[in-house]
């Protein structure tokens, strides 16, 4: 059994009449996944409603004998169902064999395929990328004189002994200069933005720090620490 048949009987599964609105959601949040970082959370889930969902022989035979068949399919739809789930259970089925069901036991037998995920390889940028960033960096208005100055010796340092010392260096400065989202919110409300912004500008940077703040970000956004922080995301391609 291969995982391109398992993604059929999945298709089968979801489109019978009898598979619950549930396992619909569960099958298509797992297709939608397929290839993608949430794949193996997906088949979990998906594996785990499948689970909850199938019938088991045991409970089809209890309520083909009960009045709630007779109910719902009347006296002469019961009286078949009754028999064709006690032959089912002669035949030493565990579960029903329904639209839903049949693909679902298949897909339960080789469920392993669906959660053996394999983690696509993580591939850095190379390191012109990095240097292009860097350079970038130094550019911009928002790049402090230390990091500029370090930038500056990190590519001075580039193909002699002295290069992988200077990038730890880097690497350090560019720790102490991307700022963590909470030390942005009390500078925009500090004294000293409203002395080097003016009221109106600091009122301003105040308004944007806070709602970056409030959309979850942990680092400032402006162009040389957003750089930054893709720098030091990768700092092994400098150091290596």
């Known amino acids: 059994m291969d995982k391109k048949t398992l993604i059929e009987k999945l298709k089968a599964m979801a489109v019978a009449r009898t598979c619950c609105p549930d396992l619909k959601r569960?099958?298509?949040s797992y297709l939608i996944a397929l290839g993608k970082p949430g794949e193996k959370n997906a088949a979990e889930n998906l594996i785990a409603e499948?689970?909850?969902d199938i019938t088991p022989i045991d409970e089809l035979v209890t309520f083909a004998r009960?009045?709630?068949a007779i109910q719902i399919l009347g006296k002469e739809g019961a009286k078949k169902l009754l028999a064709h789930v006690d032959?089912?259970?002669?035949?030493?089925?565990?579960?029903?064999d329904c639209g839903a069901c049949k693909p679902a036991a298949l897909i339960l037998q080789h469920k392993e395929i669906l959660l053996d995920v394999k983690k696509p390889e993580e591939t850095l940028p190379d390191k012109q990328t990095l240097l292009e960033k860097l350079r970038k960096i130094e550019a911009s208005p928002s790049c402090c004189e230390e990091l500029e100055e370090i930038i500056k010796k990190y590519f001075a340092a580039l193909g002699t002994p002295r290069e992988k010392v200077t990038a730890e260096s880097l690497i350090d400065e560019l720790k102490a200069d991307v700022v963590p989202i909470e030390l942005l919110v009390i500078s925009a409300h500090s004294n000293s933005a409203v002395e080097y912004f003016g009221v109106a500008g600091a009122k301003k940077f105040a308004a944007h720090a806070d709602a970056l703040k409030a959309s979850g970000a942990k680092y400032c956004n402006c162009l040389a620490c957003t750089l930054g922080l893709e720098v030091l995301q990768n700092k092994d391609v400098l150091l290596r």
Request: hydrophobic share 35%.
């Open 26 to 28: 569960a099958v298509q």
């Open 50 to 52: 499948i689970e909850k």
């Open 66 to 68: 009960s009045a709630k």
């Open 87 to 96: 032959k089912l259970s002669a035949s030493g089925a565990q579960y029903c």
